[in-house]
């Protein structure tokens, strides 16, 4: 999950860094983000596919964020690979774990990587964000995290589903507190919407109006600032970012298939 801030758009003055643009997010279309250092806050963001706004937590599937949730996997366990995604840093490896299967839904988990490691455990951004990242949302799921399957159905022997790698996170967004938006009215975010800005080397995070700003939690600015906890007037939560969707057809002990442009082929266990 974690990658170096990308500085495209950036330019260093002195020891800041100041940027303005927008962001594009796999699956989430594109919003625009606050101007770190700049003199533009941030316009409201959109949480992609599921629509404007939060994708609160009561709006996402049980289980969502909650790795130790029950899980019985009882609709059966399919192992197998997805084509040519292997690298250096992660693995090709992939579990799908059905708890129900019906004409209208499915219910599971989904696991990238070994699934017989310990779950990682991202209850403290800080083990994972060591500076200013404004791409803490990606395309690369966590491996040997249980995701949680979103939007899942069946339709005849075509099983369609989707995981967010953002789902990591969940536990950590959905502790912070909505804080009013003092320029776009009726918005929320979890960090006040002003300048933000970062040492050129990423290693320091600022926060505040310009000429006056103050020293500030670079995982905080991260998540809430540039990443995926948004929030409305109650609550934050995840957004629907960083969308990887499955598509697979079922034909007795196998499952065949895609994952976007890679192929993907399970077999039941």
Not at 169 to 174: D, I, K, L, S
Not at 189 to 204: I, K, L, Y
Request: charged share 15%.
């Amino acid at each position: 999950m974690k990658r170096r801030p990308g500085l495209s758009g950036c330019v260093a003055v002195g020891l800041l860094v100041a940027c303005s643009g927008t962001e594009n997010r796999l699956g989430g279309g594109t919003g625009n983000v606050a101007a770190p250092g700049g003199s533009s806050p941030a316009a409201p963001r959109d949480a992609g596919p599921a629509g404007n706004g939060v994708a609160t937590a009561t709006s996402l599937p049980s289980g969502f964020g909650a790795p130790d949730a029950p899980h019985d996997f009882s609709a059966g366990k399919w192992q197998g690979y997805i084509e040519n995604y292997a690298t250096a840093n992660r693995s090709d490896s992939v579990l799908l774990e059905l708890d129900s299967l019906s004409e209208t839904s499915a219910t599971g988990k989904l696991v990238f990587g070994d699934a017989t490691a310990p779950v990682p455990d991202y209850s403290d951004p800080h083990r994972y964000i060591h500076g200013f990242d404004d791409s803490v949302t990606g395309d690369q799921p966590a491996e040997s995290y249980p995701f949680t399957l979103v939007l899942a159905k069946l339709t005849g022997s075509r099983l369609q589903f989707q995981v967010l790698s953002d789902e990591v996170w969940q536990p950590w967004c959905v502790q912070q507190e909505p804080i009013p938006d003092s320029i776009n009215k009726g918005n929320y975010n979890c960090v006040p919407n002003t300048n933000q800005g970062f040492s050129s080397d990423g290693s320091r995070c600022y926060l505040g109006p310009l000429g006056s700003s103050k020293t500030f939690d670079c995982a905080l600015l991260s998540l809430c600032g540039m990443g995926p906890c948004l929030c409305d007037a109650t609550s934050c939560s995840v957004g629907r970012f960083g969308v990887a969707s499955f598509d697979v057809s079922l034909s007795g002990d196998r499952m065949d298939g895609s994952m976007g442009t890679y192929n993907v082929h399970l077999t039941k266990l």
